[in-house]
């Protein structure tokens, strides 16, 4: 990884042999795989009200909604808005309505709250 020229590349193809690796597991034992874009907000948006309140320093670990006045604490909110842009039409949304399906998605049951190139969870 010290090779600036070649680190992204290995860096990618590791992350890419893990995702490969995940979606077999997930086959074998029945469970949803889905995946979100690395780009969506998910600890930056309120899970009450769909509002993004802007980015936030690592070190905030609770923070309190500017337009519904919730207050969240930053994983277990990620972790709500995965869920919801995950599309799984069993879940119960954390703003009180039926997630939408959705293509590119997430999974259900264990959420990564690191910024990968994608989110994955099984």
Not at 93 to 121: P, V
């Amino acid at each position: 990884m010290k090779n600036r020229k070649l680190s992204r590349a290995i860096s990618d193809l590791g992350w890419q042999s893990f995702r490969t690796m995940l979606e077999a597991k997930s086959e074998m034992y029945g469970r949803d795989f889905r995946v979100i874009s690395r780009w969506e907000p998910t600890s930056q948006r309120c899970s009450c009200c769909g509002q993004i309140g802007g980015k936030k320093e690592l070190s905030v670990r609770e923070w309190t909604c500017l337009f519904c006045g919730a207050v969240h604490d930053r994983d277990e909110n990620a972790a709500i808005n995965i869920k919801v842009a995950g599309g799984l039409p069993e879940t119960l949304n954390g703003r009180g309505g039926w997630s939408k399906t959705a293509s590119n998605a997430a999974s259900s049951s264990e959420a990564s709250t690191h910024q990968f190139r994608d989110i994955l969870l099984h």
